[in-house]
């Protein structure tokens, strides 16, 4: 923080901005002011209708945690004798034998992040939930610690406890305007709601503005902040139904004893509510809410009309309410309270996640928007965190807003895909499953060559990306029948097919062209860039010209914020290659001030080719203008060359494990490099190759997947990364906390006793009846005749040897720890 006692001003009061004040003057911080333009307490946003729901079971690890932080921090409270949060627990059923399969994976992820859940049968959901006909389910996950928790109550306890501390709270107060000077915030300015025409605003000074403006987020980001928050709120159905004699004895201050019931096959839930059953709906078309159709704050103080609660469209509901009928039978003599019924807002983003952290361009400017009451408070502590301490103490990469590829936000993105969210918000999404929505935005050179083959494609920051080739459906498999390719189990052969396999083998065998396009790649040059690296990566840069190095960038707490490789192509010119944005943005807010280092995105405009396998060199040899020989060229160095004419920056790396070049070329060149390399590459049996086959080359070879299997939650050493820590005496960010880390987990290799038996990551690792950790990625080695998990697990559980299980669908299958890489151990492919 720039000041020891910031001033902050934090833009709602909501469940998120109350949360975060409370969570700021917990930490010490007194100059803490909340502006809304609502009323106390109920503000008119998403807290003030909200069911709250608090389901602590998620695909994502973290979302997950900070669901049990929320409900760690709100258990046990009251507000004037009225409760906040109520652990009555969750149920989902399944009503088809589909759903009954996605309960299983999801206590899959209940058990690897400690979420008490158990799988029950029709009875025993009845006898949960009094009312359900157990003729209508299969069965269903039952999560006895989740809660409900009352919005609006959250909102006052916790503001009132930071008002207690010192903070200042400013209802019925909105933000006209945000003050900078040198590129630093200095306030915000307000007027009084309502204002008259000639009111002139009056200023709030700040070091630290932080907007948890809710459904306002995006109209405020656009008008008055300057940048586009890809965030679309969106409306959904909400009816209760007329009181019902059989629960005349739940009163209106108990409100709710049963569990939260979810169906979510017909995309809907349903809670106690007093007398009622309230039923939410997200089975019927998307319902994006623009800026303009947000009732104003002079509208709400004027009308008392939520702007959250759009009039209700029973058009829209009505197949959910049917459906209530149906499994509830005591709804079928029931009416729906059409007057007291309406559609929600809430917001969505393009891939389901919140928008947290710092604004580039804007010192001081912060984010915690698109936070649903579920991770409120988990949230606003790890805002509240790294605010403070620069440290959030989670793995921040799906949560920071800056993680969206500036070159593909657009609002009309951002209404594509938040709907999209919105359908799928109870769907059973297959993890890899790729958006239908938006496609075609990213395209290489050499597309239209891709097709062509058959290419079944992916997406990836809106770039197409082939998967694989129907081209090589004749191409032999890998002679492993043990790896079952041709009766793999029907979850797992969702969006893959054998002709991976074949892909993998033929680059193993011969080589292939992988398409590197879409991985992210910065040019950083100018005075001073290789001091300004120097400080940044574990690996020094400071190396001759044409030598590249892996190293890390580093958080505050030596965690491992991305690996990056770097080539030096001059003495102050490098070309990195990224993880994503995130890494562009920790670099440039890392610069020296009045620094001449420039860093560049050069993947737009650019295309790349990975040219890998045993026959590479044949293949380049024949087209470039230069000595490609091992002693011309060695492994992990750069060269700037011609092949057949094309300028090319080509380096000798290769992530799939083989002998072989990334080439890089300019966009416009990018056609020929495909057809002068497929052509030369005819005669030595070079295929094309996609996504799937390079997962399961790279998990051969051990390599690590940023994010996936490594975070900033984790230290090299424990992730198996120790060999790219070469600090020595340089000032490197991050390398202090580094010396300081313990740890007791380490990340290793498992391999399956049954290599047909696929996982896809997140299934629970055992160690007899103890739940030690759980897998990150997973897939067969098509080479190698294994099935491969890598997976978190305690120190003492990391020697090569030791058995565990890991289950996989509510089944318990036989792993062994391994030694890696499975592939080439001693390097020969890779140095050939």
Known sequence: MPYPQPRVVVIGLGVVGAALADELTLRGLRRVTVVDQGPLYETGGSSSHAPGFVFQTNGSRVMSLLAQRTLDKLDGLDVDGAWVSKRVGGLEIARTPERLRELRRRLGFATSWGVEASLVGPDECAALWPGLDPDTVLGGLHTPTDAVVKGVRAVQWQARRAEAAGATIRPLTRVVGLRTQGGRVTGVEVLPVPAAPDAQPDVIGADVVVSAAGLWGPGLARDLLGFELPMMPMAHGFGWSEPLAARASVDEATEVVRPMLRHQDAGMYLREWGSTIAIGAYDHRPLPVEDPQIASADEFAATGVHPAMHPFTPEDYEPTWKEAQTIVP????????????????????????????????????????????????????VVADWLTTGDPGIDTHGLDFRRFDPAVVSHAHTVERASEAYDEVYDVVHPRASTARMRGLRTPPFHDRQRALGAVLGEASGWERPLWFEANADLPLPDEPALRLDDRDAWAARHWSPIAAAEA?????????????????ARVSGPGATAFLRRMLTSDVDRAVGQVVY????????????????????????????????DLDWLRAHRPEGSGVQVHDVTTGHCGLGLWGPRSRDVLA???????????????????????????????????????WELYTPAEFGGRLWDVLWEAGAEHGIVAAGRRAFESLRLEKGYRLWGHDVTREHGPDEAGLGFAVRIGARDVVGAAALAAR??????????????????????????????????????????SGTSIAYAWVPSALATVGTALDVEYLGVRHAATVTAEPIVDPQMTRLRG
Not at 349 to 367: F, Q, R, S
Not at 561 to 582: F, H, I, K, M, W
Not at 627 to 649: C, E, I, N
């Open 330 to 381: 005591e709804l079928r003599d029931a009416r729906l309270d059409v007057g007291r019924s309406f559609n929600g807002i809430f917001s969505f983003t393009p891939d389901g996640g919140p928008m947290l952290g710092p604004v580039p361009g804007v010192e001081g400017l912060w984010l915690a928007q698109a936070v649903w009451v579920t991770q409120s408070a988990g949230m606003a502590q």
């Open 505 to 521: 083998r033929a680059t193993r065998e011969r080589g292939a062209l992988h398409d590197m396009s879409p991985l992210p790649r």
């Open 551 to 582: 190293g890390l960038l580093l958080d505050e707490s030596g965690g491992v914020l991305s690996d990056v490789t770097a080539a030096r192509l001059g003495p102050e010119e490098y070309q990195l290659g990224l993880n994503g944005p995130l």
């Open 622 to 660: 024949a087209l470039a203008d230069t000595d490609v020989s091992d002693a011309a060229f060695r492994y992990y160095t750069a060269q700037r060359l011609r092949v057949a004419g094309v300028p090319v920056l080509a380096m000798r790396l290769s992530y799939v494990g083989e002998l072989g």
């Open 742 to 783: 313990t740890s007791t987990q380490r990340l290793v290799c498992l391999t399956l006793d049954d290599p047909g038996t696929v996982l896809l990551g997140h299934e629970p690792v055992r160690s007899g009846d103890a739940v030690v950790g759980y897998v990150t990625s997973a897939d067969q080695g098509y080479t």
